[in-house]
């Protein structure tokens, strides 16, 4: 009775954590199908009821309300399939990210392996898959994978030159590279150079960044792809190489690997 009663309470634990971690967050749910929406409505309100939830059945609104605030959702979860449109789900991220949408994108479809091979060859950038019918534990990991990559994103960079603080997003960095005496910060709306030392750099990010070479250090939420001597990174919109050194090309590649699990 007292193994059973432990086991409850540690049960309970676990879904009061899971609450805690999802609570205000926003996601939009686009889907030709109404009712298949408010379906993953009702999936995720039963998680957390404090997730504020927008359906969507027409995307040129979607696309309207990300035009006028790009970081108004922290994800979009964006059916495959729609059936009524010359255009499918894979197009439609594709323009969200044309549009420097700042949403976690996951796609859902019951069709997996025939629209993730298109998201590969179109080097759509997506946070993650979610199969039809929705899967009550599936959502659960999403929800807080998206979580947690949102309070990743809280986490800043603070630089200090010449009585001048300057604050980045760790989220928000691509990749950093260390040139003649300065260091130039790859960032999502560009680059930008500072006076400060790479080292000091390098020992205030977190683990999902990693120095694949001397003076060259890549966050890897942005790497599309690892080759035999070279990482692809998405930056601007443009698939960009960076040279792995070969005594970190091994190391590198376990580490990516374990991180993206």
Known sequence: VYDRLFDELKELEHETGIRRKITDMRIAICDDYMEHARDIEEKITSVNEGILTDLYDDIEQLFVEVNADKKKYDAVFMDMEWENNTRSGVDYVQMLSDMDCR???????AYTMKYIEKLFWNNVDIFGVINKPVNMESL?????????????????????????VFRVGMNEIIYVKSEAHKT????????????????????????????????LLVNMNYVKRIEQSEVVM??????????????????????FFEYIG
């Open 103 to 109: 949403a976690r994108i996951v796609c859902v479809t």
């Open 140 to 164: 659960r990991k999403v929800l807080v994978k998206i979580a947690d990559s949102r309070d990743k994103s809280k986490k800043e960079l603070v630089l200090s030159f010449n009585d001048t």
């Open 184 to 215: 130039i910060i790859y960032m999502l709306d560009g680059e930008k150079s500072f006076y400060v030392s790479f080292k000091s750099i390098r020992s205030q990010v977190p683990e999902y960044f990693y120095c694949i070479n001397k003076g």
């Open 234 to 255: 998405l930056y601007r919109k443009q698939m960009i190489t960076l040279p792995v050194a070969r005594e970190k090309r091994k190391d590198f590649k376990n580490r």
